[in-house]
């Protein structure tokens, strides 16, 4: 039984899955099985797939018979896996070698932990320009609140326990949009699970024509706040628009207007002591969790109150 179980669903890939294959081939832990999961391509993904395949017998191939999406592809995946910890990855991306490695030694050392992120770079289509850094929290209290207000993984690099994830039933089938973020709350709601990420950059994200970007658009926000608000619920039995608004206003980054300021301060201090006394965070953690939305709601003020903010802080505090 191979220790990780990477599993790449494969959706008309043929154009980068070449490097996205090599870079988990070259990882400086060799302890895995690839899973690839042919969502229904109409391009030459299968006989790309069958190629590798037989140069390397930790490889192996499923085909489904029509494009399923993406949580359809990685619970085909999940169901065939026999590794103690799953990861995914995309087709088109690329894991950096120690990426296996460093979630492995982690997940091995910190047995309280049921899965880990790590950190990466955005990249332009061949590979020859960083777009933006993709930094996430490192500790799992911030990585709660972030579920709501920010980004809270790099979810295509989440490793998680294999028990862990199917004692929640994997992805929610037929779900095409916010999966990701779903399932892991689940995890978080259904189990208390706890979360980490690692600060090194070890996945590389390309950005192209094809790939899924962060559109500031009408679909998006409301993919986003449909999942927001179904945690919302859970938390709070109710999920008020105007919140959903300005909690995606934040994880966009926009400035907020003095009302609205004031009223994301008080759904902060509301959530903040909702996962508190839910026990998703441990109450040891509040301290930590009001210094983050702090600064997540000084990055909604205009730029000069943030300079005044900060010069105060670096002449007033001790």
């Known amino acids: 039984m191979p220790t990780v179980s990477v599993i790449m669903p494969v959706f ?7 490097e996205a294959i090599d870079s988990i081939l070259s990882q400086t832990f060799s302890d895995f099985e690839l899973i690839l ?15 590798y395949q037989d140069r390397d017998e930790r490889i192996s191939i499923f085909q489904l018979d029509r494009n399923m999406g ?6 085909y995946g999940i169901a065939k896996a026999s590794g103690q910890y799953i990861t995914t990855m995309d087709c088109d991306d690329i894991s950096l070698p120690r990426r296996l490695q460093l979630q492995v030694a982690f997940l ?28 996430v929290p490192p500790k799992h209290a911030q990585i709660v609140l972030a579920n ?21 039933g994997g992805y929610q089938p037929g779900r095409r949009s916010g999966e990701e973020r779903e399932l892991y709350w689940r995890m ?15 996945y590389t994200y390309r950005q192209h024509g094809q790939s899924f970007s962060a559109n500031r658009d009408a679909k998006l926000k409301a993919e986003t706040d449909e999942v927001r608000a179904f945690m919302l619920r859970q938390l709070w039995g109710e999920a008020p628009a105007e919140t959903l608004d300005r909690f995606y206003r934040m994880t966009l980054g926009d400035k907020l207007g003095w009302l609205d300021r004031r009223a994301a301060k008080r759904d902060m201090a509301r959530l903040i002591d909702s996962i508190v006394s839910e026990g998703l965070v441990a109450p040891d953690d509040m301290a930590l969790l009001v210094e983050e939305a702090t600064r997540r709601l000084e990055g909604t003020m205009p730029r000069l109150w943030q300079k005044f903010l900060h010069w105060r802080r670096l002449h007033f505090t001790d």
Not at 37 to 51: E, P
């Open 12 to 18: 008309n890939g043929e154009a980068y899955l070449a």
């Open 188 to 202: 978080l709601w259904g189990t208390r699970a706890r979360f980490a990420n690692l600060p090194e950059n070890l």
């Open 70 to 75: 993406m949580a359809d592809a990685r619970n």
């Open 148 to 168: 709501f207000v920010g980004v809270s993984f790099i979810y295509t690099t989440v490793m998680a326990r294999s028990a862990l994830m199917r004692s929640v």
């Open 37 to 51: 999961v042919d969502d229904g391509s109409q391009d030459n993904s299968i006989d790309l797939m069958r190629a």
């Open 108 to 135: 091995e050392s910190n047995a309280e932990v049921g899965a880990v992120g790590i950190s990466g770079q955005a990249v332009n289509e061949d590979l020859t320009s960083v777009l933006f850094e993709l930094s």
